[in-house]
């Protein structure tokens, strides 16, 4: 029978959570439509969201590290909502403080230009974690829409290396199926699926399999939940379907293991027009258009459903962001 008392649980639980977004896109190119979005990310309890501040689309340093500059500066300047994140202890004091924790990461290692020297600086500028490969090809190995399947190059190798040492997660999301398992095997450090599906309940390019799954776990690392309606179901984004790969995954590996990773689309137009642009990146079949995305706001109804199934206060605030500052307290130095 339904916990009749879930929905007013539900809410407490998220209150009282520390629950963290491991990506919202933050591109450059969406500043003039980005509206109320972190406001509505903090209203619906997130305390930690991180901005994807690089891309593999825009390989510049200097458009890089000026996108960078510009969103640290909107972010210092308002230090009676925000707090910059460059250590768990960050997110757990802007949580004592009512505040939303934000921090930096890459979606692709173009942003490099091969150069292992840049990997301390970006970290010693905020960027905690780094995406391999964005969909297609690149120096360090293959994205997951490649019609190859290469494995990580020599210059993945020595970049995985630096990243553990400085102490950057290594995050192969978007990234080709071999190219990621041997990212983890090479890892001396948890590896992170930011945000990825299980390709078992959905059979699309971006979501990973069953291997790919336990060698995360394995690792020690965690598997970010992406809202996006084609990865979790028949484009469909709704609370029952995002929780089928909750579940899922918590029976494979374990709930230690799961985490959110919405990678919320507020910029459904823009997006639109890049699949357009970029059958390479987005191959059309797999990008039906328009789409429906997960909404922060669902969050309460998420965790509703995790209570009703019988999941523990402490499975779900695991789930919710206690996986994910586990492992950001094994990596980050």
């Known amino acids: 029978m339904p916990d009749t008392a879930a929905p007013s649980r539900a809410a407490t ?10 990506v919202l896109p933050w591109g450059a190119r969406w500043i003039s439509v980005r509206g109320n979005t972190i406001e509505r990310f903090a209203r619906a309890g997130f305390s930690y969201v991180s901005l994807t501040v690089g891309l593999d689309s825009v390989p510049s340093l200097e458009a890089t590290i000026q996108h960078m500059a510009a969103e640290r ?11 910059f994140v460059e250590g768990v202890g960050d997110i757990e004091r802007a949580k004592r403080e009512g505040k ?23 970290y010693r500028l905020g ?29 993945g190798r020595s970049l995985i290396r630096e990243m553990n040492r400085v102490g950057m997660l290594v995050d192969c999301s978007h990234t ?16 992170v699926f930011s945000h990825s ?47 089928r790969h909750v579940d899922y995954m918590c029976e494979m590996v374990g709930w230690q293991h799961v985490g959110l990773g919405l990678d919320y689309v507020y910029f459904a137009d823009g997006f639109y027009n890049l699949i357009r642009a970029k059958p390479e ?13 997960f909404e922060p ?21 695991g789930i919710l962001g206690g996986n994910y500052l586990r492992v950001a307290r094994d990596v980050w130095k």
Do not use: W
Request: aromatic residues 6%; charged residues 20%; glycine residues 8%.
């Open 281 to 293: 990146m987005y191959p059309p079949a797999d990008y039906p258009i328009p789409q429906q995305f």
């Open 197 to 243: 599906n299980a390709r078992a309940l959905r059979d699309h390019e971006r979501n990973i399999r069953d291997d790919q799954i336990r060698a995360c776990a394995q690792s020690g690392g965690v598997i970010g939940m992406n809202g996006m309606g084609i990865y979790i179901g028949d484009n469909d984004a709704s609370n029952a379907a995002m929780f």
């Open 100 to 122: 939303l924790a934000l921090g930096f990461h890459h979606q692709g290692t173009n942003p490099l230009q091969c150069d292992l020297n840049m990997v301390s600086l970006y």
């Open 297 to 317: 706001e669902q969050l309460t109804g998420l965790v509703g459903l995790m209570l009703e199934h019988g999941y523990t206060d402490e499975q779900v605030r």
């Open 73 to 83: 500066r909107r972010i210092d300047a308002q230090p009676d909502k925000y707090v």
């Open 176 to 191: 080709g199926h071999r190219t990621t398992m041997d990212a983890i095997e090479a890892s001396s450090a948890p590896v």
């Open 127 to 155: 960027v905690r974690s780094l995406l391999l490969c964005y969909n297609s090809k690149n120096s360090v190995g293959d994205g997951c829409h490649e019609p190859t399947d290469a494995g990580l190059s020599s210059f």
């Open 13 to 22: 639980l998220v209150a009282d959570s520390i629950v963290c977004d491991m």
